[in-house]
């Protein structure tokens, strides 16, 4: 019974290890599309939607609505920068473990490709990943 506990331990820490490894893969993914589809609406019109700059948000359904093509008013090409599914009017787009990513819009800094895809984040277990 003791090895059978210990082998039970030692596959439950594997298990958790991996879990942990999907939800940091799964976050560092959804954080490139959201960061490219800023890019790509800046550049597109040259400025962030308004009310936007200089101010740090939460990535809501509203927030995130200048990215949807059926936003007329703040994407007059309708174009689809980012594919996600919220339900409106507020749904938020949440990390892996529950919380919503949060942005902050620069007043002074433009984006460029180069510093637009350089993104630290910090995950729970303090793992650090950098692009």
Excluded: C
Excluded at 35 to 60: D, H, I, L, N, R
Aim: net charge neutral; no cysteine; glycine share 6%.
């Amino acid at each position: 019974m003791v090895i059978g506990a210990i082998l039970v331990a030692i596959l439950g820490a594997a298990f958790l290890e991996a879990r942990q490894h999907a939800k940091r893969a799964r976050a560092e993914t959804q954080l490139h599309e959201l960061m490219k589809a800023w890019t790509e609406y800046y550049v597109q019109y040259g400025k962030w939607p308004p009310g936007y700059e200089g101010t740090e948000k939460t990535m809501s359904y509203s927030t995130l609505s200048p990215l949807f093509a059926s936003d007329t008013v703040n994407n007059t090409n309708a174009i689809p920068f980012i594919n996600v599914t919220l339900q409106p009017p507020d749904q938020e787009y949440d990390d892996p473990w529950g919380h919503p990513y949060m942005i902050r819009f620069g007043a002074a800094l433009t984006p460029t490709y180069e510093n637009a895809l350089r993104i630290s984040v910090g995950f729970p277990n303090r793992d650090r990943y950098r692009q």
